[in-house]
């Protein structure tokens, strides 16, 4: 028997009947509820989405309440212990992990696409020595759109495909581009010969020496952090993109409007804000009274809790043991020692324990970027640079999903009524009042 949902409108009277399919209900079903022929029918009220469904998806599941994300059914912690980005990129965008022979051709694809147009470069070169680095990627990740012309269609599945190189491939160069316009150094070149997470690498760091050869341990890190952000299911950047993507532009300006979102501080930016915090806590002692703020709302407690993990988050375990073999290269932290007793406090103490909140992705990612050397502003560019797989990924499945159209949310109107207009010189004028100070 098909399961459906019984629904009585207490202003009729009538009862309706809703199919449910996957766990959800059609929102528009409810348009049939209706006072009169002229009634437009039942709205469904959901700011920020928080119990919306606005798309199917066979790419990333998450069980908040259970701590579990899986891209295209595998664990992310496998995914992190046995797999390298450009596999996990391959899997999110194909589906499924590559054989040998496939591996080979699509690290081949993204690795001749690396280098950028030099009018790029150029264009890199107006923007003042202090532009933050994430606005020049949201720029010149825009800008691209202008070289590729052909890339507007996104209907031919050639076209798609060399997008989705390009984009994968070039990422880190606009990064590392960004990153040494801000310190003033030239710019450096990809190099083939080197692995996704080394090349990036060697562009940001490479200064006289004939080649750029990174510690295996804090290449091995990175490559791990890429894994970690490659995708997290309809978050506000994905959203972004699938958003933008329904008005089928082509996708360097849907991946430009994804880098916008994520540049916002309750996005992107959280790592940097967790640095913040320890950096103004400053010692271990200092916890206590930084805690007792938290519990009194004077203090924000930056990188714990979720929107959607009411547990610990599956990537905040493994970025955590990942900063642990970081620093025991690079050489130990006292902030990171400050991080881990507040997270020692804030496991074992009630008020947090029933509130839910649990170290997530963004508690310990700060620390390995700081270690290596990257400065907080680029800490946003270097989630953006592996999320630029999972958006592809989205942004293709959302364009082959028939059921799609363009992003149009409805809303709930609250203004004035209809009213006739008046000349300005029979309008009466209302002012606020001013009280004089003193």
Known sequence: MPESLSVTDNRTGRTYDLPIENGAVHATAFQQMKLDDEDHGLLLYDPAFLNTASCTSRITFIDGDRGILLYRGYPIEQLAEHSNFLETAYLLIHGELP????????????????????????????????????????????????????????????????????????????????????????????????????????????????RYQAVPEIEHALDVL??????????????????????????????????????????????????????????????????????????????FGHRVYKNYDPRAKVIKRMADQVLAVTGTSPLLDVARELEKVALEDEYFVSRKLYPNVDFYSGFIYQALGIPVEMFPVLFAIPRAAGWLSQWEESLLDKEQKIARPRQVYLGASSRDFVSMNEREVQRPTIVAAG
Not at 259 to 274: F, Q, T
């Open 226 to 303: 890429f894994i970690l952000h490659a995708d997290h299911e309809q978050n506000c950047s994905t959203n972004a993109m699938r958003a933008v993507g329904s008005s089928h532009p082509d996708p360097y300006s849907a991946t430009a409007a994804a880098i916008a979102a994520l540049y916002g501080p309750l996005h992107g930016g959280a790592n940097e804000a967790v640095i913040r915090m320890i950096e103004r806590i400053g010692s271990v002692d200092k916890i206590p009274e930084f805690v007792a703020g938290v519990k009194a709302g004077k203090e924000r407690l930056m990188g």
């Open 99 to 210: 054989n040998a022979a496939e591996y080979a051709a699509w690290e081949h694809e993204i690795t001749i696409h690396t280098l950028v147009h030099e009018n790029v470069k150029s264009f890199m070169d107006g923007f003042h020595h202090d532009a933050h680095p994430m606005g020049m990627l949201l720029s010149t990740v825009g800008a691209l759109s202008t070289f590729y012309p052909d890339a507007t269609k996104i209907y031919d599945e050639e076209q798609r495909r060399i997008s989705i190189y390009r984009l994968i491939a070039k990422m880190p160069t606009l990064a590392a581009f960004a990153f040494r316009h801000s310190r003033g150094l030239p710019y450096n070149y990809p190099d083939n010969d080197l692995s996704y997470s080394g090349n990036f690498l060697s562009m940001m760091f490479k200064m006289v020496e004939p």
